[in-house]
Structures are given as structure tokens and as C-alpha cells.
């Protein structure tokens, strides 16, 4: 069984720029949650995607915006990057729907840097 | 607001030594409770979890934590540790008064000298 894989591992962008980031969940899963952590802090939710539509956003701009594809995969778009979007970037994915508290699974992350 | 707390960010123990990690949680309504681990260079994954039942909850590798939901707690416990538990710990909470996002403590970077 694969485990959630993303890619790049690390990227550097500088202040302006968009920048698209990818996920592949894991086999069988058709739920995805992107997740932003900063140095020295817990993981902060940005949103999450069930069967391709958009299930639940947290706390961040229009300029982050995602798609999640027919076999589940996503993408996580930044545009106008600023200095404080430099942080590890996370992708989860889950066999249902949030609801339910059901467990996700996380991939290794995308460290992005903006300078 | 909802919110999760980690008392210590830094602890450090030795080996044998027992293990307490403080939790808790600002969030109204039927909560789902969660201890996450990342060890060294890995992903994060799952320690142990709450949704409902026994609040005493057995995870992996010798884990576990207890609810008590007057304290609005969530404490991770291992009886003795081992330097293979040296990671970063961190405890997150959702439910429906969230849309079940999972909102995250801060973690606390556990080192366990051999």
C-alpha cells in the first residue's frame, strides 16, 4: 500500500510568485486536507477536499486555493507569495469525510521557502 | 475561540523514566481528541486517539491518555520510556462545531537521553 506522497520536497520561491504544490493520497482514500505549519508551531488547517469539491476551509486568504482530481490527488496553489507563507506544508488524506473524526494520514510535507 | 495547549514545548528525560504530557483544549460541544507523533525525519502519524467510551485510551508503543472531560484534559502517559521515543508530540482536537477541522497544539519536542 502507497502512503501519501508529495512533491516537491523543498522549494524556493521569492515574495510575488505562485507556487503550486502536490499530493497524492493514499490508495483508497478520497479525502484530502492541506495543512500549513510554521517553525515551532502545530500544523494550522487550510482546507480539505472530498470527492473533488472543497469540504471545509480554515482561516487563510482567497490566494490559496486547491483542486483535488478524479483519482483523489491535489494540488495546493499559493499565489502572491509573502514572506510569512515560508513554512512546511502538509497534505493528509482520510477514507471518509471529516465528520466522523476519521484518522488521516499524513505525507512527509513541502518545505517552502520565500525570500 | 477553540483552541489546544501544550504546556511544555521542551521536555527531557531519561530512560525508564515516566512520561506525562500535558493537554488541554478550549472547544464547546462533543469533542474527538488526537495525539500525534513525528519522529525524527519521519512523517506524522497517529499515537492514539478519542471519539468515545473508556476515556482511558491504550496507542501504540506503550501509549496512552486519558480524557477528563471536567478538565477539559487530554494527557499523553507513558509508564517508561525509551530513547526511541525521542520525537515531537502533538495533540489535537475536532468536532462538529468545527466542521471537524483538526486544531493543533503546538507540540512538545520530547528528548530521551540513553
Known amino acids: 500500500e502507497t502512503g501519501v506522497t508529495q512533491s516537491p520536497t523543498h522549494l524556493i520561491k521569492t515574495r510575488g510568485q505562485q507556487v503550486t504544490l502536490r499530493c497524492s493520497s493514499q490508495s483508497g482514500h478520497n479525502t484530502v486536507s492541506w495543512y500549513q505549519q510554521a517553525l515551532g508551531q502545530g500544523p494550522q488547517f487550510i482546507f480539505q477536499y472530498y470527492r473533488e469539491e472543497e469540504n471545509g476551509r480554515g482561516n487563510f486568504p482567497p490566494r490559496f486555493s486547491g483542486l483535488q482530481f478524479p483519482n483523489y490527488s491535489s494540488e495546493l496553489n499559493v499565489n502572491a507569495l509573502e514572506l510569512d507563507d515560508s513554512a512546511l506544508y502538509l497534505c493528509?488524506?482520510?477514507?471518509?469525510?471529516?465528520?466522523?473524526?476519521?484518522?488521516?494520514?499524513f505525507g512527509p510535507g513541502t518545505r517552502l521557502t520565500v525570500t | 475561540a477553540q483552541s489546544v495547549s501544550q504546556h511544555n514545548h521542551h521536555v527531557i528525560l531519561s530512560e525508564a523514566a515516566s512520561l506525562e504530557l500535558g493537554c488541554n483544549y478550549s472547544y464547546g460541544g462533543t469533542v474527538n481528541l488526537f495525539w500525534y507523533v513525528q519522529y525524527p525525519g519521519q512523517h506524522l502519524q497517529l499515537l492514539l486517539k478519542?471519539?468515545?467510551?473508556d476515556p482511558l485510551v491504550k496507542g501504540i508503543k506503550g501509549f496512552e491518555a486519558e480524557f477528563i472531560k471536567s478538565k477539559f484534559s487530554f494527557n499523553l502517559r507513558k509508564p517508561s520510556v525509551q530513547w526511541s521515543d525521542t520525537a515531537e508530540y502533538f495533540c489535537a482536537v475536532n468536532g462538529a462545531d468545527s466542521n471537524y477541522q483538526l486544531i493543533w497544539g503546538a507540540g512538545t519536542k520530547l528528548i530521551i537521553k540513553p
Open positions: 478519542y471519539f468515545s467510551g
Open positions: 493528509a488524506s482520510s477514507p471518509l469525510g471529516l465528520a466522523g473524526g476519521s484518522e488521516q494520514y
